[in-house]
């Protein structure tokens, strides 16, 4: 394969750095565990209520993925991009004028819809029709577009909750959001013309490679018949048990145990910006060992930090925490579907990676639910950091047992 970056400029380049923009969109979820507290003590809520009302995005989101791949083929990515950038504004707006339980709930099956528009269903697809040669780069800068969002917006929403309220925060946040990421979803994001497309298919100079190597490869049914089929569900079950629980009870945890909303706001985001380096090395460490590998450093990382989090108070081992979490979390975005190809082969990557996505429904949704509880019932994170870790140590072993399917 003939590497290089000669599809990655022009219109491509442009199209990349819009798709960017929109992933800002898709990362702005980053701040509710910054708000959390203030929003529970306000409206009289437990964590356990808040975390049970933002359940309902995983289910969005899974639901509503095939529905957006099917606009997106038949009306293209813009509709799609936009109409999922006006339902930011709305979703947060709710967020920000809510005063009963229920409307918190409409408002994340709004951003559940949002999230699946700006996420990698639609922005990704479109990506991948203007580049071929440099697609894992491109692709990598597109994803680094959530955790930018969370690098800005969370220390920028802490700084206007301390100063004017929760609501306010949020407000500005619909506004902002809106209008940073509407110009460039209208007026930059589209699809190629058949002209376009056929231009950078040129570029592809190992289709025919592709297209021999494809005969071998597995099918969703005979996927669905294999042990490493299973064992994927099964990591990616316990990496969104613990990272969506982590995504909502970190910042609350460390205010818990001393820090500051605005030094637990700037620590989180520090993690979620560590992501954007992940994803890029992520990319170029895979080329260069084999996808089982690379997983297992990801979730050996993954269990460390989540055996570090209850010790964050001891001197070094927040900054220790940050740095595996962060790295760990976004590397997963990249290496698993390159482990899903290496299991089955890329012919039907997409229809497979689906089917096994289905895992962030249990895992999404009971893992912040979970931590909560423990809080709720014990005043600490403690026992659900341990199980937690349990799983994170389970699930490295459980990569060991992964293989090529396709050998028979």
């Given at each position: 394969m003939q590497l290089g970056y000669a599809d990655l400029r022009g219109r491509a380049l442009?199209?990349?750095?819009?798709?960017?923009?929109?992933?800002?969109g898709a990362g702005l979820g980053y701040v509710f565990g910054v708000l959390q507290k203030d929003i529970v003590a306000e409206l009289g809520w437990t964590r356990t209520m808040f975390s049970a009302a933002r359940a309902p995005i995983f289910l969005v989101i899974a639901l509503a993925s095939p529905i957006a791949g099917t606009l997106t083929v038949r009306f293209g990515s813009r509709p799609v991009v936009v109409a999922a950038t006006l339902l930011l504004g709305a979703a947060y707006l709710i967020v920000a004028?809510?005063?009963?339980?229920?409307?918190?709930?409409?408002?994340?099956?709004?951003?559940?819809?949002?999230?699946?528009?700006?996420?990698?269903?639609?922005?990704?697809?479109?990506?991948?029709?203007?580049?071929?040669?440099?697609?894992?780069?491109?692709?990598?800068?597109?994803?680094?577009?959530?955790?930018?969002?969370?690098?800005?917006?969370?220390?920028?929403?802490?700084?206007?909750?301390?100063?004017?309220?929760?609501?306010?925060?949020?407000?500005?946040l619909a506004v902002s959001g809106v209008f940073v990421i509407l110009p460039f979803a209208a007026l930059v994001v589209r699809d190629p013309t058949a002209e376009e497309a056929a231009r950078?298919?040129?570029?592809?100079?190992?289709?025919?490679?592709?297209?021999?190597?494809?005969?071998?490869?597995?099918?969703?049914?005979?996927?669905?018949?294999?042990?490493?089929?299973?064992?994927?569900?099964?990591?990616?079950?316990?990496?969104?048990?613990?990272?969506?629980?982590?995504l909502e009870h970190t910042v609350p945890h460390l205010m818990d145990i001393g820090f500051s909303r605005v030094e637990a706001a700037a620590a989180f985001g520090f993690a979620i910006g560590l992501g954007v380096w992940s994803k890029l090395g992520a990319g170029v460490i895979a080329d260069r060992m084999r996808g089982r590998t690379a997983l297992a450093f990801d979730f050996a990382l993954l269990a460390l930090s989540s055996v570090l989090i209850s010790f964050a108070d001891l001197p070094g081992v927040l900054t220790a925490f940050l740095f595996a979490f962060g790295i760990a979390v976004a590397a997963r975005d990249v290496l698993y579907p390159l482990i899903v190809a290496e299991c089955f082969g890329v012919a039907c990557l997409a229809q497979i990676y689906g089917a096994l996505m289905l895992a962030l429904l249990p895992g999404g949704a009971l893992g912040p639910v979970f931590a909560a509880a423990v809080f709720d019932g014990s005043g600490s994170y403690r026992s659900a950091f341990a199980v937690f870790a349990t799983l994170n140590v389970a699930a490295l072993v459980a990569v060991a047992f992964l293989r090529d399917e396709r050998a028979g």
């Open positions: 442009l199209v990349v750095i819009g798709a960017t923009m929109c992933q800002l004028a809510m005063t009963e339980l229920w409307h918190f709930y409409v408002a994340n099956i709004l951003i559940g819809l949002v999230v699946t528009g700006l996420g990698d269903v639609v922005i990704g697809s479109v990506v991948a029709r203007w580049v071929v040669r440099a697609r894992g780069m491109a692709l990598g800068i597109v994803y680094c577009g959530s955790n930018l969002a969370g690098v800005v917006a969370l220390p920028l929403v802490a700084a206007v909750a301390a100063g004017r309220g929760w609501r306010a925060a949020v407000a500005a950078v298919e040129q570029l592809d100079e190992d289709t025919a490679r592709h297209a021999t190597a494809a005969s071998t490869d597995l099918d969703l049914r005979s996927a669905v018949r294999t042990r490493s089929f299973w064992i994927l569900a099964a990591l990616l079950f316990v990496f969104f048990f613990y990272f969506i629980a982590m």
